[in-house]
Nanobody, 121 residues
Framework: VQLQASGGGLVQAGGSLRLSCVLS????????VGWFRQAPGKEREFVSA????????TYSDSVRGRFTISRDDAKNTAYLQMNSLKPEDTAVYYC???????????????WGQGTQVTVSS
């Protein structure tokens, strides 16, 4: 099983980015996908997750209302649309796959390599 995250980059505060996470090696429609991030000097933290039916989505308080998670099972891809970005959103963003769309990292069995998001003020 492999996860490939992409879409990161440098953006000004208030801007938008869309991250993508492509899964291979497993039936994508039967996994939940979570996004996590790790800023320099900080622990990795939960950002958002989506259940394998797409009917359940969860967000951290810090991104709720600005970020939107979605999935396209036909493309084996999950997305994280990030709007109204702030400098404090700067981090390496990781996608992960697991059975349930929980916020704890232990719920996820497979992890992607991460993509850097940098928001300038």
């Amino acid at each position: 099983v492999q996860l490939q995250a992409s879409g990161g980059g440098l953006v000004q505060a208030g801007g938008s980015l869309r991250l993508s996470c492509v899964l291979s090696g497993r039936t994508f429609s039967k996994v939940s996908v979570g996004w996590f991030r790790q800023a320099p000097g900080k622990e990795r933290e939960f950002v958002s997750a989506i259940g394998w039916t797409g009917g359940i989505t969860t967000y951290s308080d810090s991104v709720r209302g600005r970020f939107t998670i979605s999935r396209d099972d036909a493309k084996n891809t999950a997305y994280l649309q990030m709007n109204s970005l702030k400098p404090e959103d700067t981090a390496v963003y990781y996608c992960a796959a697991g059975r349930n769309p929980y916020s704890d990292q232990e719920s996820y069995d497979y992890w992607g390599q991460g993509t850097q998001v940098t928001v300038s003020s």
